[in-house]
């Protein structure tokens, strides 16, 4: 049986990347998924584009806040309505490969203790079809903290799994 994850996607007048960024979750191959998009008071027109999704699949959530400019706090506001066991977090700019979120999850389970599961990610430039800048796919595994502080690899949100007590 899968655990839900709540993946929580916060957004300020991204409209235009919005679109690639939901389906790439909504296309995974881990299906107990909760789609949470917090939008920080977007003035374009981010909140029709989502309405498209959440009209039509019960497992998006929207919800808009006033403009905060302060991440945080829109992140916060997604985690506050997270009803899963796992969250992620994803930029309404960023897009997952079909597989990301069947493996987060398959490395955290099979290391019981794990609190954080992290994977790889690659930069392009403009859009999915633009210039490749720079792959941050290491292969670590164990204990890989203080590796991590040596090689001054610390793996950005997109590319991590939390259990909800962290």
């Known amino acids: 049986m899968n655990e839900c994850i709540s993946v929580i996607i916060p957004?300020?007048?991204s409209a235009?990347?919005?679109?690639?960024c939901i389906d790439s979750v909504c296309a995974q191959s881990y299906s107990d998924i909760?789609?949470?998009?917090?939008d920080d008071g977007s003035t374009d027109n981010t909140a029709d584009l989502v309405r498209k999704f959440y009209d039509a699949n019960p497992l998006v959530k929207?919800?808009?806040?006033?403009h905060t400019g302060f991440e945080g706090a829109v992140r916060n506001e997604g985690i506050r309505n997270a009803k899963g066991t796992f969250i992620s977090f994803l930029d309404a700019d960023d897009y997952w490969h079909k597989?990301?979120?069947s493996e987060l999850m398959n490395s955290l389970k099979s290391a019981k203790n794990a609190r954080i599961a992290y994977g790889g990610l690659q930069f392009v430039g403009?859009?999915?079809?633009?210039?490749?800048?720079?792959?941050?796919?290491?292969?670590?595994s164990g204990?890989?903290?203080?590796?991590?502080?040596?090689q001054n690899f610390m793996p950005i949100h997109p590319a991590l799994l939390y259990r909800d007590e962290i």
């Open 11 to 13: 957004t300020y007048n």
């Open 34 to 38: 909760q789609i949470i998009i917090v």
């Open 62 to 66: 929207y919800i808009r806040i006033g």
């Open 126 to 140: 403009g859009d999915k079809n633009g210039k490749f800048v720079h792959d941050l796919r290491k292969p670590h």
């Open 143 to 150: 204990y890989v903290f203080y590796n991590m502080l040596e």
């Open 99 to 101: 597989d990301v979120l």
């Open 16 to 20: 235009h990347t919005l679109r690639d």
